[in-house]
């Protein structure tokens, strides 16, 4: 059983690998003389998608640097040319993809309009004034990002799945959360600088180590992990941290909006994360009072596929920078 349960995961594990949806970001703005400038920022991952407007600005070949690991092109259309109020917008490509785009249009006057463009929503037109601080945006951000992140979520679902009482779950995830916001706080806010790819080698194999703990404690040993969780879950919590920060320190923060969109992004992320919580309590709870003969023969599944699907990110991400 155990030995059929750790092949199908690894058969299954390129399939639900932990892909990179780190958001693309592009930014309009409006200088007082009139030019307009279109910056669009993405990942080498992501260099299929690019962004097209009705009024053809985005036609002409543009400058190409590079930020880290973003690519980034850059415009600038003169006037006389079409008005921006009114211009339409839509990422071409965005479609067949897993990622978002963050748009943010500054105006001449220094308002802001601000919109997540998505798979199913790779449009818009633009309006003629700000709308508003961008709370809703920023927030749908973050609570995609967690939900996106297959990586992530198994984490937190081998933490939930280890501790056995409700305090001290609360306990745990309140741990895991102070310690992620402080790190992404600190890696997007330019305070430490830690290179992404080891980050995600090492985030993937903190999930192996749960998983183990897991099976561990399953097994009537519980280690480190079992006895004092939440001392577990703020540590590796914050290397979770620097993983969400590699998210956005590259494309997805705007320059001078970057305390509000990481507040925001990170509340989005604990609103996903809380509702993930809720989401596995409640199939637990229900497995066990209607299928518990089920839900004892399955008891290995999930330490095993957790273990194994991490396995995989570990090697996988090794590969990148070796």
């Not at 640097?65 to 003169?78: D, F, M, N, Q, S």
Request: charged residues 15%.
């Amino acid at each position: 059983m155990r030995g059929l349960v750790l092949i199908l995961a690894l058969v299954l594990a390129p399939l639900a690998g932990a892909h990179d949806v780190r958001p693309a970001y592009l930014e309009i703005t409006e200088q007082p003389r009139g030019d307009v400038v279109i910056v669009w920022k993405t990942t080498p991952a992501f260099t299929r998608i690019t962004p097209r407007f009705s009024t053809g600005w985005t036609d002409a070949t543009p400058s190409i640097t590079r930020g880290g690991e973003a690519l980034v092109k850059t415009w600038r259309i003169a006037p006389p040319h079409a008005p921006l109020a009114g211009a339409s917008v839509d990422i071409r490509g965005l479609e067949t993809g897993i990622t978002d785009v963050l748009l943010r249009v500054v105006f001449r006057d220094g308002g802001d309009f601000t919109r997540v463009l998505r798979p199913t929503a790779a449009g818009v037109t633009l309006p003629s004034v700000a709308q508003g601080a961008p709370v809703r945006e920023y927030l749908r951000l973050g609570s995609t990002h967690i939900w996106s992140g297959i990586d992530h979520l198994m984490y937190v679902l081998g933490l939930v799945l280890l501790v056995r009482t409700p305090g001290l779950l609360l306990k745990t995830i309140t741990g895991f959360t102070l310690a992620h916001s402080l790190s992404l706080a600190a890696a997007s806010l330019g305070y430490i600088h830690v290179p992404a790819p080891p980050v995600e080698a090492v985030i993937a194999l903190s999930i192996v180590y749960v998983a183990i703990e897991l099976m561990r404690a399953r097994a009537g040993k519980p280690g480190l992990a079992a006895r004092a969780p939440w001392l577990v879950s703020m540590s590796i919590g914050l290397l979770h941290g620097l993983g969400f920060a590699g998210a956005l320190s590259e494309v997805g923060l705007p320059p001078d909006a970057i305390p509000q969109a990481l507040l925001l992004f990170n509340v989005g992320i604990e609103l996903g994360q809380i509702a993930f919580v809720a989401l596995v309590l409640a199939a637990g709870h229900a497995l066990v009072r209607w299928l518990p003969q089920l839900t004892r023969s399955l008891r290995w599944l999930p330490p095993y596929a957790i273990g194994s699907f991490a396995s995989f990110w570990v090697i996988e991400r090794i590969h990148t920078f070796l």
